[in-house]
Every structure is written in C-alpha cells, then in structure tokens.
C-alpha cells in the first residue's frame, strides 16, 4: 500500500524515541514529511522534509512545494529509498553491538 502513494506524512506531537513509521516510508521510496519531535529527526534522510509539530501551515507549505515541483519529489522520494537502504537493520545493529561491548564507565571492555 505505501508503494502506492508518493508521501507519507507522520505528524507526531509527542516524542517518538524512533520513527518506525519514517523509516518504512522512505524503504518504500516515498517523500516523508515528519514532525521534528523525537528521534525522528534521525530517522529521517533529509531534515528539509520535518516541520514543527503542531504547525499545520509548515506542513502545508511542504506539500505545496511537492506539489509545485513533481520531478523533486520524485527525487527525493529515491533519495529516501537510498538512505533507507544504508541504514537498515545492520547499522542499527552496529551501533548496538558497540554500544554492549563498552565497560559501564564508557570505555572498550
């Protein structure tokens, strides 16, 4: 279904420890439009495409940008297909891994 669509918007209004949902979008190549609360902002492949949470005229003037110019969006909807292809689960799990492996006081164990 979200192959189907050309942007995905996740208008979060509380702070989402990881956007889920942001990083599904941009793996089935669509233009994420995300609020800027959480770890979103990490999730996210171009923070051009966060607006303030609870800001419905910042979210509307992105759209309206998408709208205006189709061959961008497009682009960044591949762009974000991209970035999700180099953060998948393995870098995530890099960062876990390394993460275990220090010693309580921060240091290499």
Do not use: C, N
Request: a negative charge; glycine letters at 8%.
């Amino acid at each position: 279904m979200l192959r189907s669509q050309d942007v995905l918007v996740v208008p979060s209004r509380w702070p989402e420890p990881w956007g889920l949902t942001v990083s599904e979008g941009q793996a089935s190549g669509l233009v994420v439009l995300a609020s800027d609360v959480g770890g979103i902002p990490e999730a996210i492949a171009s923070p051009k495409h966060l607006f303030p949470a609870g800001d419905p005229h910042a979210l509307a003037r992105s759209l309206q940008e998408l709208l205006d110019d189709r061959d961008a969006a497009a682009e960044h909807g591949r762009a974000a297909r991209r970035y999700a292809e180099h953060h998948d689960w393995s870098l995530s799990w890099s960062f876990l891994a390394e993460h275990l492996a220090m010693a309580d006081d921060g240091r290499p164990a």
